[in-house]
């Protein structure tokens, strides 16, 4: 009975093995509780102090673009001189060739610079809300405030949503928009008359026909209401079939077409050619130049919302 129980005991022994030395079980439990905590801790304050860095940086430059669209606005409202020194070099030659007497030169000038107000306006309205937005980022990125940051991603999240829409727009009707820019060229070149007339109309075909070097919308044809007759830099002409402004001109705006208007050739004029085809390209080139800037304009916002929410969230306790 006793050999048996011997060796039962022997069957049901348990292996026992030795432990190593080493770190004791508490002193892991310790180490590895404590050093990520610090690791977050340090991680979170370096990522926080970053992001605010580049925010107060952003935002400098972008109140200081803002600033300038609103001194830009407000001067191509109310500051014509200013607007007409920088105009100069492209319309004052065409200007001076159409009427010698200042008074006229003025009101002509004054037809113009009446077309900017509108862009002034706009101009005037995005400086308000983006040196609002860019503030409102600065102040709290400097002061660590977390609801001035959750308002300004808010606006920028906002500004971004419709950087994407109007550029979706316009890629999708990019043809449409270059269609309405002759129609409003085509609306001028009906209402043309003469070179004497000295009219807004007057001024935009005789800039376009030389700029763009053509005659009309699709042909000279196209100017069914001008008149047989004009005076243009003193010297009267009459029996004409096409305007003054087609002929072929210098800088300033001197006929430099040989027997132009008295004999219309393709040689002397741009009878021949449109403006519709230069008019459409030249729209869609710049417009394609806008639409890459929006594209750019919205990955930079897209970065903005990133490290806008970065540092909000180092700025919530408890976050790292």
């Known amino acids: 009975m006793k050999q048996l129980y011997s060796a039962s005991t022997v069957f049901n022994a348990q292996p026992t093995y030795s432990k190593k030395a080493g770190v004791p079980d508490r002193l892991k439990k310790d180490s590895q509780s404590k050093f990520p905590s610090f690791s977050s801790e340090f991680r979170g304050l370096f990522c926080g102090q970053a992001c605010r860095t580049f925010l107060i940086a952003f935002n400098i430059i972008a109140l200081l673009i803002s600033l300038s669209l609103l001194v830009i606005g407000p001067i191509m409202i109310w500051g014509r001189d200013v607007v007409k020194k920088a105009l100069e070099d492209i319309i004052m030659p065409l200007i001076e060739a159409l009427a010698a007497d ?33 503030v409102l980022g600065f102040i709290g990125a400097c002061v660590k405030h977390r609801n001035l940051l959750t308002t300004y991603c808010i606006m920028v999240f906002i500004l971004d949503i419709v950087t994407m829409i109007s550029f979706a727009v316009y890629f999708q009707n990019r043809d ?7 129609s409003l060229y085509e609306a001028h070149v009906f209402r043309y008359r003469s070179m004497e007339a000295a009219t807004i109309d007057t001024i935009v075909v005789g800039l376009a026909s030389q700029y763009f070097a053509c005659c009309g919308v699709d042909s000279g044809k196209d100017f069914v209401n001008l008149q047989s007759t004009d005076t243009y ?56 130049n806008a639409a ?9 916002l897209i970065v903005i919302i990133i490290f806008t929410m970065l540092t909000i969230q180092s700025l919530t306790p408890g976050r790292w």
């Open 233 to 288: 830099q003193g010297q009267f002409y009459s029996e004409l079939r096409y305007p003054l402004a087609c002929c072929k001109m210098n800088n300033a705006y001197k006929i430099v077409g040989s027997d132009c208007p008295t004999n219309f050739t393709t040689g002397n004029s741009f009878i021949q050619y449109g403006c519709r085809e230069p008019i459409k390209g030249t729209f869609i080139k710049y417009m394609n």
């Open 176 to 182: 449409m928009f270059a269609s309405k820019a002759v």
């Open 102 to 134: 200042e008074e006229t030169q003025t009101k002509m000038t004054g037809q113009i610079l009446a077309s900017t107000n509108t862009i002034g306006a706009i101009l005037l309205v995005i400086g308000t809300l983006t040196t609002l937005c860019s």
């Open 292 to 300: 890459i800037g929006l594209v750019s304009l919205f990955l930079v």
